[in-house]
């Protein structure tokens, strides 16, 4: 996402509109853009999977949602609304006519839960544009995309662009909780020839690593000096803080002396509480954080705190967390194409007496045919643990030969002066849901450096608090987009 293009000098591209016009045409839009996308993100757009007293998925989801059909409608694009599950917005035609021959742009515009908006610099939903980076909560994922998909739509509009395979923007409403969203549409609904998802790096992201997540449930209860257990990691994020609360000894007062910075102790009346300070990141990639629960836990399994019972069952939290391997779950792979397994926990808590630790897990492309759950219930019974599966999916694969990508990858290399390569990632999005699909953008843009001190560390990427992105990227975007979907016009076949 970072590079330093600034005097880059920029390469035409053959048969294809100016660029310094396309480029003109997009600064001129740039107030338009931000106003568009501060529609948006104003809206609370949680899914709500249960329990949503608007249906399916809450009334943030459902405002949102017509809030782009409306935008759609508003630049002369006809819409359509799929149950409030999903919206399409259609150039050229009806979205009846040709989605059989069509390319199909797919955003999301639910948002991850902002947390402890105490943690904000910026308020969540009050968007602002600051130093060139407009902040608010889902912004950067994935509702600029959305925008971004809009005024390439709106580009081809205004100049008469024909198109003969057509174009059509669909934005979904619970991607960030399980993508139910898509598994509604692509049940009820046809979907595109070819689907584009911008919600990860250019160029082709051609493969996306499958998924495990699961708790772990120790068979023998914990004692009763461990009053509380808690963090605030998800399945989208490792924890940045996780806090253990036991019972008051002065042996454990001694103990616990002395701990660095990122610990925080305190007693309260009767009680020692130990709280651990890390840094978020998303589950995918934990090494690009600091684990609470990592830091809680060499703290509790490598001193006395604890009685040996105790650090017994914390062990096995402690060691998945140390190399984020699998090993401890005896589920440690790797292909040539997207590297080893990636294996975090996130959250633990406790649970009916017991021990309960979530972990996350994405792995290798060429992983679906390993038993992952029954290693993972082996493994788990020897350390002394129950497993309950949350998710187990097969990773995503497209071709990375078909004629799209070859397109796609050359347009991106030509507009940006780059020679980048498609790539498989760890991160999980609608491609995994659709027939015919991989991501493609709108990160891994190089752009200018982040302004030092506009945002704490662990702040302003997405999921993290005071999310944002850069309006550099968003006008790059667009650029890449434009010419990206002109020149995959011009085969004859697209699937």
């Known amino acids: 996402m970072r590079g330093n293009e600034e005097n880059m000098e920029q390469p035409?591209?053959?048969q294809m509109p100016q660029r310094q016009e396309v480029e003109r045409w997009i600064k001129e839009k740039l107030p338009d853009i931000e106003k568009d996308l501060v529609r948006i993100c104003k809206i609370r757009s949680v899914a709500e999977v249960t329990g949503a007293k608007e249906l399916p998925y809450g009334t943030g989801c459902r405002q949102v949602l017509q809030e782009m059909l409306f935008m759609g409608e508003e630049n002369g694009f006809e819409v359509r609304n799929y149950d409030n599950y999903v919206g399409c917005i259609s150039y050229g035609s009806t979205t009846d006519e040709y989605q059989a021959d069509a390319v199909g742009?797919?955003?999301h515009l639910d948002v991850v839960d902002e947390g402890d908006t105490a943690e904000w610099q910026y308020e969540p939903y009050k968007p602002q544009v600051k130093q060139g980076y407009f902040i608010a909560r889902g912004c950067q994922d994935n509702k600029s995309s959305a925008i971004m998909a809009l005024y390439v739509m709106k580009y081809l509009k205004e100049c008469q662009i024909e198109l003969k395979h057509g174009l059509q923007l669909y934005v979904g409403t619970c991607e960030e909780q399980g993508m139910y969203d898509l598994d509604y549409y692509t049940s009820h609904y046809p979907s595109p020839a070819l689907s584009l998802v911008p919600d990860s790096g250019f160029p082709v992201c051609f493969g996306e690593r499958g998924i495990f997540n699961g708790e772990l449930i120790s068979n023998r209860a914990i004692s009763d000096d461990i009053l509380e257990l808690s963090c605030n990691g998800s399945r989208a994020l490792i924890p940045d803080t996780a806090t253990i609360i036991l019972r008051w000894t002065e042996e454990r007062q001694k103990l616990l002396d002395g701990l660095s910075e990122e610990y925080e102790v305190n007693r309260i009346e009767d009680t020692i509480r130990i709280t651990a300070k890390g840094v978020a990141s998303h589950t995918a990639n934990p090494r690009a954080g600091k684990n609470a629960l990592l830091l809680l836990t060499k703290v509790l399994c490598q001193t006395k705190v604890l009685k040996e019972s105790d650090r017994d069952l914390f062990e096995l939290l402690h060691v998945i967390n140390s190399d984020y391997s699998g090993k401890a779950l005896d589920i440690d792979c790797e292909d040539e194409m997207s590297g080893p397994a990636t294996v975090t926990a996130a959250n633990a808590y406790i649970k009916d007496g017991r021990l309960a630790i979530q972990f996350f897990s994405r792995l290798p492309v060429s992983s679906n045919?390993?038993?992952?759950r029954e290693k993972a219930a082996a493994a788990a019974e020897r350390?002394?643990?129950q497993l309950e599966v949350i998710k187990l999916s097969k990773s995503n694969y497209f071709d990375p030969k078909h004629p799209a990508v070859s397109v796609l990858t050359d347009t991106y290399n030509k507009v940006m002066g780059l020679e980048t390569k498609p790539f498989v990632?760890?991160?999980?999005?609608?491609?995994?849901?659709?027939?015919?699909?991989?991501?493609?953008?709108?990160?891994?843009?190089?752009?200018?450096?982040?302004?030092?001190?506009?945002f704490l560390p662990g702040h302003g990427d997405y999921h993290q608090p005071d999310e944002a992105i850069a309006m550099e990227r968003i006008e790059k975007a667009i650029l890449v987009y434009i010419y990206s979907i002109l020149e995959l016009d011009k085969l004859e076949k697209i699937v």
């Open 105 to 107: 742009i797919w955003a």
């Open 12 to 14: 035409m591209i053959s």
């Open 425 to 454: 990632m760890s991160g999980g999005t609608y491609a995994s849901k659709l027939p015919r699909a991989f991501a493609f953008g709108t990160g891994g843009l190089p752009i200018q450096r982040r302004p030092e001190g506009l």
């Open 383 to 385: 350390w002394g643990f």
């Open 369 to 372: 045919e390993i038993p992952f």
